[in-house]
């Protein structure tokens, strides 16, 4: 516990994890093959299966994950993904959407991408979930349309709005420097998600002192946000190289 190992992450499941152990995953996998992780090939359903297995009941698991484009095709990379996902028993609990504020990645034929998806797979029904919630718009007291009465007259009455709702599934977030992170080293790996990602889904799919997994941590944003809110971590990565980013921006943390 509270440790990021250098390991292949199908290998360490099967090996070194219990079953039923894990409450909550965030994590990334590599894209397609639009980036090489010194090499290393990527065995999607090997992956799903460990997970399942490590997976307490009512656990969830939270895939982020975009398509590559080659010929002007999309992938579908993702969606494949998540079949293999459900194949393995999980339920797709939700399609949720990473919407970047900041997009550089534009095509002359096609509208601009701004988005990646989460999905947010599930053991069973979700043992955890802790709403986050948005400010509505209006807020006070406001006259409101009672139950028509037999006169059928539709009455109002004062009545308090809500000072806030549930979120909806479609989550913004800058990316870049201060966006991403303040952490200047972690853009030392190529494909750093959000600080803000991982801890909102740490925050709505699990409790403080339960255990968060990261497969593949890269710079270890999931482990560093599960720690700065009172969570336990496991990470792991292929890569020596980026689990050193890791270990130094959970030393930043600790300071
Ligand atoms: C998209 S990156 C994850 C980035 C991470 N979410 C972050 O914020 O830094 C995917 C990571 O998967 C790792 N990886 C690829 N195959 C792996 C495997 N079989 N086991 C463990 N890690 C793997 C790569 O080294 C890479 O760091």
Redesign the pocket.
Known sequence: MNQIIL????EFMSEKMEPNSIDLTV?????DSL?D??G?T??CAS?AQGLFRVTKEGGVVVW?VADKIKNGNKSLTSFKQAILFQDVGFNVHDVMIYRKKNTPFMRSNAYTNCYEFMFVFSKGKPKTFNPLTTETVRQGVEMMPTNKGPDGINNKVPGKLNDSKTKINIWDYAVGLHGTTSDKI?FQ?P???PEKLAEDHILSWSNKGDLIF?????????CKMAAKNGRNYIG????EE?LEIARERLKLLSN
């Open positions: 390991a292949n992450c199908v994590t990334s996998p590599p894209y980036r992780y010194n290393y990527f065995d992956v982020v972690a790996h494909a750093v998600f990261d497969p593949m941590c890269g710079s270890g944003t999931t792991c990565d292929v890569s980026y």
